[in-house]
């Protein structure tokens, strides 16, 4: 037991070290890409955890967040020239208010009748970015000058260490703050609403505004690396973003990890999204990855239902009485 | 205490409840009987705020309750538990008793989930009810009987000036039916009242200063224990005769 503490303070420590030295040491910039991509992964679905995990409400509409944040961020840059290492944290908080608007209608829902109301939220966005030509530009996206800071821009072989660092600082943030949560009473409680609703509005939980908070609180993160997302790729258009896809993936890497737990989205996110690039330069841009994906996924729905940290867990614990009562002996 | 006037409550063409009027007095405990879908549940559940009447209105120390959430209730001052037990299965025994809360605030959501104070009244209640070596024990674990205590004294962490328990005897052994008997008669002793639904009638008989009787969703009965035994209307409706209520005794 002692051992498994030790390892939950010291991995993340090492994780984090590693990390920070990560673009230094390696400077192949297709290694470094696939780090910023992996990193945003495991933003997203730990953001999604607070509602999807924690709370047990499977949204596939966070989508809408993510292209909202990106959109937000790629109109303020090309027309007031908002810096979006800047600006898309605080655009963030536009999208976690629109987030709560949404989530204050669609949280009345239950099961599976609120996931196909965050399905149809992506619809409902894809909609207006393609109408909204004014602000959006259509069907053809929002183009932003390649990344730059003060006038200057970065050199092609440096461009994705400040995204790997931002991104970084993200990724610290939302653990930091999924962490929080956990620990707090708004975490229990969403835990408790994941275990019964109506049980836990009974012992004095107001269960909608602990769920709309968590919504929003989710689609915040998820907002602020739409928005690093959309300078990253210098371009945003409506069929990129705000599709169905985009949810599915922090789900599915939220679900392989562990659904609920603090790194298990992490954790997914580490396995997949590599993987998934690996699969694509292997094999081509086909959609053979998806198909990867869907086999690892089957597969560990079928051994380890509840995802891969928690049977990790479940194992070191019988290992670990298993251990112990035969020293007893 | 807790006065309802006239409380109606209709699903389709059934009236569930139907101008039910009742109160529960301070410090006293009350019992609420009557034959199967006589409307028992559904009057409790419209007292803590999971249906909302069609007519009628239901005051808690002077104040309106009704078309408030079950949370803002509960925050008011009444507990309840469930007729099937309901708890927080995958949780452990001391997280069940830690989620309740009493009022909301961005100090509450934001405070340590397990407080000190928390964790050591939680503790007392586990003691009081012999049950404090399960305390990291995920509740499903526990048996039935055990549940069912957890269940109650989960209501009591939120300090409730009125307890509603609904059938809290329904399937439980006798020798845990006489620790729950003993249990509310304490906590009455220490200024609980308390509004139980039970099928039990040589619990609701001892333990019970007043009883309701409620038929189709109406009431047709109420007083002391002994008085309503006799009452033709509820031997009629309920009760079947008095050597049955005798011999149950």
């Not at chain 2, 101008?19 to 009987?33: R, Y």
Request: net charge neutral.
């Amino acid at each position: 037991m002692e051992k498994i503490r030790i390892a939950k303070v010291v991995l993340p420590i090492v994780l984090l070290g590693i990390l920070l030295v990560y673009p230094l040491v390696e400077t192949s910039q297709y290694y470094q890409h696939i780090m910023v991509m992996t990193l945003m992964a495991a933003v997203m679905a730990s953001s999604w955890n607070i509602i999807g995990g924690y709370a047990g409400y499977t949204s596939l509409g966070h989508a809408a967040f993510f292209g909202l944040g990106g959109y937000l961020v790629a109109w303020t840059h090309n027309e007031y020239g908002w810096h979006p290492f800047v600006s898309t944290w605080f655009l963030a908080l536009v999208v976690a208010g629109v987030a709560l608007a949404v989530g204050w209608i669609a949280l009345r829902t239950q099961g599976s009748a609120f996931v196909v109301v965050t399905i149809a939220v992506i619809f409902i966005f894809r909609l207006l970015a393609l109408n909204l030509s004014a602000i959006t530009n259509g069907a053809q996206g929002l183009t932003q000058p390649r990344p730059g800071w003060g006038g200057v821009q970065w050199s092609p072989e440096l461009m994705k260490v400040p995204f790997h660092y931002i991104m970084l600082l993200l990724l610290c943030l939302t653990i930091y703050s999924s962490w929080r949560i956990r620990q707090s009473k708004f975490g229990m409680g969403l835990i408790a609403i994941r275990e019964d609703e109506g049980k836990a509005e009974a012992v004095g939980i107001d269960t909608m505004l602990y769920k709309v908070l968590a919504f929003g609180i989710s689609a915040y993160f998820i907002g602020v690396a739409g928005g690093i997302y959309s300078y990253f790729f210098t371009y945003i258009d409506p069929g990129f973003v705000f599709d169905i896809f985009v949810s599915v993936t922090m789900v599915l890497i939220a679900i392989l990890g562990g659904r609920g737990t603090l790194w298990g989205p992490v954790l997914g996110a580490f396995i997949m999204q590599p993987l998934a690039n690996w699969v694509v330069s292997e094999f081509g841009g086909t959609q053979i990855h998806l198909t990867v994906f869907g086999g690892i996924l089957l597969f560990v729905m079928l051994f380890m239902p509840q995802g891969i940290l928690p049977a990790l867990n479940e194992f070191l614990m019988r290992w670990n009485s298993k251990t112990r009562s035969a020293s007893a002996n | 205490m807790l006065i309802t006037e006239n409380i109606t409550k209709s699903f389709g063409g059934i009236k569930a409840v139907d101008a039910c009027s009742i109160e529960v007095k301070q410090g006293s405990i009350t019992g609420l009987i009557g034959p199967n879908g006589s409307g028992k549940t559904t009057l409790f559940n419209i007292i803590t705020g999971f249906y909302q009447p069609d007519a009628g209105s239901i005051h808690f120390n002077q104040q309106p309750i009704q078309g408030l959430k079950p949370s803002r209730i509960c925050h008011k001052g009444i507990g309840r538990t469930f007729q099937i037990t309901r708890l927080f299965w995958k949780m452990t025994v001391l997280e069940n008793l830690i989620v309740p809360v009493k009022q909301i605030g961005w100090r509450t959501l934001l405070s340590q989930g397990v407080k000190k104070h928390e964790e050591e009244h939680a503790m007392e209640l586990l003691d009081w009810v012999g049950l404090s070596q399960y305390r990291d024990t995920e509740v499903r674990k526990l048996s039935f009987g055990q549940q069912k205590l957890i269940e109650l004294i989960a209501v009591l962490m939120s300090d409730p000036e009125l307890i509603l328990l609904d059938e809290p005897a329904g399937g439980v052994n006798p020798v845990m039916i006489e620790k729950m008997m003993e249990m509310v008669e304490d906590l009455n002793r220490q200024g609980k009242t308390f509004l139980l639904v039970e099928h039990n009638m040589r619990l609701v008989m001892e333990l019970c200063q007043h009883i309701i009787v409620l038929d189709h969703g109406q009431k047709i009965a109420e007083g002391i224990p002994s008085e309503v035994q006799q009452n033709p209307l509820v031997l009629e409706a309920y009760l079947g005769s008095t050597q049955n209520v005798n011999a149950g005794a």
